[in-house]
């Protein structure tokens, strides 16, 4: 399931995927998928874009229900990209290497073994 969290990129809230999801919505990345189709019809960079894109944004919203216009914002609503939860308030920390979570403050508590 695709948690929607406050995303501070796009300054409002959005669903994000989990890793496997988001292999859904980009098998391989979307300038490769770009590529490939522009091999394969001969299509403009443009048209390319728009038809990759709708491909992506159509996955994206059958699996959060949400409807995104901008394919190139799906590449990083993505969990992982946002660090463990924090500790304190259990909002992801905005990047996996930061050091203090963005939303109270809390500095981040490492798990060392
Ligand atoms: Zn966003
Ligand atoms: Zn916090």
Same mark, same amino acid.
């Given at each position: 399931? @695709?948690?929607?969290?406050?995303?501070?990129?796009?300054?409002? $809230?959005?669903?994000? %995927?989990?890793?496997?999801?988001?292999?859904?919505?980009?098998?391989? #990345?979307?300038?490769?998928?770009?590529? =490939?189709?522009?091999?394969?019809?001969?299509?403009?960079?443009?048209?390319?874009?728009? $038809?990759?894109? @709708? +491909? +992506?944004?159509?996955?994206?919203?059958?699996?959060?229900?949400?409807?995104?216009?901008?394919?190139?914002? %799906?590449?990083?609503?993505?969990? #992982?990209?946002?660090?463990?939860?924090? $500790? =304190?308030?259990? =909002?992801?920390?905005?990047?996996?290497?930061?050091?203090?979570? @963005?939303?109270? #403050?809390?500095?981040?508590?490492? @798990?060392?073994?």
């Amino acid at each position: 399931m @695709a948690i929607t969290m406050c995303c501070w990129r796009c300054n409002a $809230d959005r669903p994000l %995927l989990t890793d496997e999801e988001y292999q859904q919505v980009f098998r391989v #990345s979307f300038m490769e998928q770009i590529r =490939k189709y522009r091999e394969e019809t001969g299509m403009g960079l443009r048209q390319a874009q728009t $038809d990759v894109g @709708a +491909a +992506a944004l159509a996955t994206y919203e059958r699996i959060t229900g949400f409807k995104e216009n901008n394919p190139f914002a %799906l590449y990083h609503h993505r969990l #992982s990209l946002y660090g463990p939860p924090c $500790d =304190k308030c259990g =909002k992801p920390l905005r990047t996996p290497a930061a050091n203090f979570c @963005a939303a109270c #403050s809390a500095p981040r508590r490492h @798990a060392n073994v």
